[in-house]
């Protein structure tokens, strides 16, 4: 099964006033560490979105195996980088699933993600998810079934919408270290102190 990596990384994380992306932990800023995670998963293709800080963010990482796609209404929500990167993938029909990585979620193993990925080879559900604290949400895989679903998104709709729109149909995979995502600064203090 061939599946393409998005991984979001769009937002100006205005509740942090400085790319949330270049955080460092471990001696790698957030998104690098997610491009080198994705470089390791056997996929198709990789696409990576930028929207604020695209300047700033590109001098700091490399991500010479992916497209880089940019989003100048990225201040419209998740939707318009979600819908960006498919209608670069539906154009290409050999794609039959997307894998949707976030930054911000850096306690995920690797072996996670190959979790999400063996289940969407040997299952017909057509939504993988990732599930903790009795929700499921992302990482998560799509299938190209539920591509043009992605596409009729609309503003701070996200992958969660369609996961609890769909919630009957959705193979989850438990990952309690996805609970850890970093959205504010006590957030980031908190996963340093924990975690470094």
């Known amino acids: 099964m061939k599946i ?3 991984i979001l990384a769009a937002g100006s994380s205005t509740r942090m006033q400085t790319p949330k992306q270049l955080l460092n932990f471990k001696g790698k800023n ?41 989003n100048a209404n990225h201040k419209n929500g998740m939707s318009s980088s979600l ?36 289940h969407a080879k040997h299952t017909d559900a057509s939504i993988i998810a990732t599930s903790y604290n009795q929700i499921m949400g992302v990482p998560c895989v799509f299938k190209s079934n539920r591509f043009e679903e992605l596409l009729d998104l609309e503003g701070q709709q996200g992958a ?11 193979v989850s995979v438990p990952c309690e270290m996805a609970s850890f995502d970093i959205d504010t600064e006590k957030d980031y203090l908190d996963l340093m102190a924990k975690f470094q």
């Open 30 to 70: 957030l998104l690098q560490r997610a491009i080198d995670l994705a470089c390791a998963l056997e996929v198709e293709n990789r696409m990576l979105v930028l929207g604020g800080w695209k300047e700033t963010i590109q001098e700091k990482i490399d991500a010479s195996e992916f497209d880089i796609l940019f």
């Open 4 to 6: 393409a990596i998005i």
């Open 83 to 118: 819908q960006l990167a498919i209608k670069q993938v539906v154009p290409n029909s050999q794609i039959e699933g997307i894998l949707i990585m976030l930054c911000d979620q850096p306690l995920i193993p690797k072996s996670h993600y190959e979790q999400l990925l063996e």
């Open 160 to 170: 969660k919408f369609l996961l609890k729109k769909h919630k009957e149909e959705v």
